[in-house]
């Protein structure tokens, strides 16, 4: 089988895949790349840059970043009219997810992470998860680079 093919059957995307057991990295790449082939019809794919609004108060996954070999994770909601821009890594020009920045970090970081967290000796900020089926669906492209 090579790269890029999923077997005969195989239906799960990422957001399938059960946190309660260890999936295999071909495992964690065939539901790449069939949640990829499901956007490839209908959604666009996001391009480093790109300025999403949220449509809508909308839950998300963030990231929190150490100075140390370590990061943590939460999730919350981020607010209606909330600006966001993209990161996208050269090496996957249709990536399934997305880190993403808010342009206005230290309100939405506020809103987000425990200030327990923020104060600790180490942290280094945070970075928003965001799904690419979610950026079509809940957010609006306002500006592209």
Not at 118 to 126: D, I, K, M, Q
């Amino acid at each position: 089988m090579g790269k890029g093919t999923v077997p005969f059957g195989w239906t799960r995307t990422t957001h399938d895949l059960s946190p309660d057991r260890a999936w295999s990295v071909d495992e964690l790449r065939w539901a790449h790349d069939y949640e990829r082939s499901l956007l490839r019809e209908w959604a666009r794919f996001p391009k480093a840059g790109d300025v999403y609004v949220a449509l809508q108060d909308i839950r998300v996954k963030y990231i929190t970043h150490w100075r140390q070999p370590f990061s943590g994770s939460g999730s919350g909601t981020l607010r209606r009219g909330t600006r966001v821009r993209v990161d996208v890594f050269e090496f996957n020009p249709e990536p399934v997810s997305v880190h993403a920045e808010p342009l206005e970090r230290l309100l939405v970081e506020k809103q987000l992470v425990d200030p327990r967290e923020r104060t600790a000796r180490g942290y280094n900020g945070f970075s928003l998860s965001i799904r690419t089926e979610e950026l079509n669906r809940l957010f609006a492209l306002l500006r592209i680079p």
